[in-house]
């Protein structure tokens, strides 16, 4: 019997709300994933991806990183991981680094043996190199095969990769497909292959409701069953969860005509919010509230941190739009005055249209601009502007500001679907960079200046208010279509 501890998306350096203590909350988690390996005596941890938030972590990050895969090596457990969307670099790889000092094993197409189990990996791979992709693993004739990988595979939510035929391709027939990237813990069996998502092991946006844990995979050997190969028995996964992680307070609040803010408080008030992240999502009807008063009160009731969803803001936003004959109708001839390229207008389609789902609009943006300019660098020239090869730079430049300032888009969604997509409306329209756009520039340039990534990542997380959705109003190019 082998058995491993199947974690990921660990996001270490993820300054959250731009609080140092949940950028110490993600290290930590991932201290007590190696602490329960440890004492658990597992065969190994298996890494599907995102140990880090972003592709430059810090110099603490990467020392705590170090310090708790050292504590692996000496109790003989190895760390077998592959690489996620978010750390990604061009060349190499910190995980390289990691092998190179004897602290982890870069999984790939050659086996990597623990007893009777093969491990392969498979990084993450942009939607638009997986065309052509060959899934070719060398062979083995151990009892069974694992396959470690990064991305949205079916059968789960958000998925773009499609399972069956990266089982169907695969040059291995695997009994396992150990996932990281969708922070949602979830098993499946697609073709007698069992197909699991461990989740997050710190809430990387405040969706992530359920409670935080990691995997454990359980391999019976060939003799220990019917001696049956890829019978349902031989493979076995089930959940733990991590006592450490951050304390996230939910109240949820469904205002009736006549409430407001002593409504909110009274509920608040229902809760322990000692160091916790309180989320407080307002819906229904009511007076309006503002939401520093609420995060206020629960500062001064001991949270850490305070958000406040307001999904009553759609009603208002409607009542202003009102003013527009059709407003569908200005900014589509908005957007045909931008000239905008074929690239950013793919991107407008994903922020506008309603196929994506609202938490997952950000990420999906980040990917295809990411993806769009892997392509061709100057996919998102302007079809009108000749002389726009500052702005193809700006967009490059503030994808890789992005990338390093961690994703500004993986389930940074708070809660608040809307704004998001007023987020994301505004990254495309800075992406497609129309050159009068001075704040949009502005915009751009924070993570560019930025050596050590931590200042933007307000914005990735601290939207979660109302007065920030009026300060991304004004940024929308398109605002001023009137
Ligand atoms: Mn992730």
């Not at 109708?329 to 074929?342: K, P």
């Amino acid at each position: 019997m082998t058995r491993v501890i199947h974690t990921g998306d660990t996001h270490i350096g993820y300054q959250q709300y731009n609080t140092p203590e949940r950028r110490r909350d993600f290290l930590r988690a991932f201290r007590q994933v190696a602490e329960d390996a440890v004492s658990d005596d597992v065969d190994a941890v298996i890494h599907a991806g995102d140990l880090f938030h972003d592709r430059r972590p810090g110099l603490v990050d990467l020392q705590g990183t170090v310090e708790v895969l050292r504590t692996l090596r000496e109790a003989d457990v190895p760390f077998l991981a592959v690489v996620g969307n978010h750390e990604g670099k061009r060349d190499a790889q910190w995980l390289d680094l990691f092998e190179d000092l004897g602290l982890a094993t870069r999984l790939g197409a050659d086996p990597y043996l623990i007893d009777d189990v093969a491990f392969y990996g498979l990084d993450f791979v942009p939607r638009s190199r997986r065309e052509n992709l060959a899934y070719e693993f060398e062979s083995t004739d151990a009892d069974h095969r694992a396959l470690v990988s990064h991305g949205l595979f079916e059968p789960f939510a958000h998925a773009d990769w499609d399972t069956e035929t990266v089982l169907a391709e695969a040059t291995v027939d695997f009994d396992a497909m150990l996932l990281g990237d969708n922070h949602a813990p979830d098993t499946a069996e697609v073709d007698d292959t069992w197909v699991t998502y461990c989740g997050s092991t710190e809430r990387a946006s405040a969706s992530e409701r359920d409670d935080r844990g990691y995997n454990i995979v359980t391999f019976e050997s060939d003799e220990e069953d019917d001696g049956e190969r890829d019978s349902d028995g031989q493979v076995a996964i089930t959940r733990r969860g991590l006592s450490v992680t951050r304390e996230f307070v939910f109240v949820d609040v469904d205002l009736e005509d006549g409430e407001g803010i002593d409504r909110v408080r009274d509920r608040v008030r229902e809760y322990d919010l000692e160091d916790a992240v309180v989320i407080v999502t307002v819906d229904g009807g009511g007076e309006p509230i503002t939401p520093a008063a609420v995060e206020e009160f629960a500062i001064d009731r001991g949270a850490l941190i305070a958000r406040v969803n307001d999904h009553r803001e759609i009603d208002v936003e409607e009542d202003v739009s009102v003013s527009f004959a059709d407003p569908d109708d200005a900014v589509r001839e908005r957007i045909r005055d931008l000239g905008l390229s074929d690239a950013a207008r793919d991107i407008d389609r994903t922020v506008r249209d309603g196929d994506v789902v609202d938490a997952n609009v950000r990420e999906t943006v980040e990917r295809r601009v990411r993806e769009a300019l892997e392509e061709d660098r100057e996919a998102f020239r302007s079809a009108a502007d000749g002389e726009s090869e500052r702005d193809v730079q700006t967009v490059a430049d503030a994808l890789n500001g992005r990338d390093e300032t961690g994703a500004v888009n993986d389930g940074d969604d708070d809660g608040d679907g809307i704004e998001s997509e007023h987020e994301a409306a505004t990254e495309s329209a800075t992406a497609d960079s129309s050159p009068d756009s001075s704040d949009v520039s502005e915009a751009d340039e924070g993570p560019e200046t930025d050596t050590d990534g931590d200042t933007d990542q307000t914005d990735a997380d601290g939207d979660t208010g109302q007065t920030d959705d009026e300060t991304t109003d004004e940024q929308v190019s398109m605002g001023d279509f009137a």
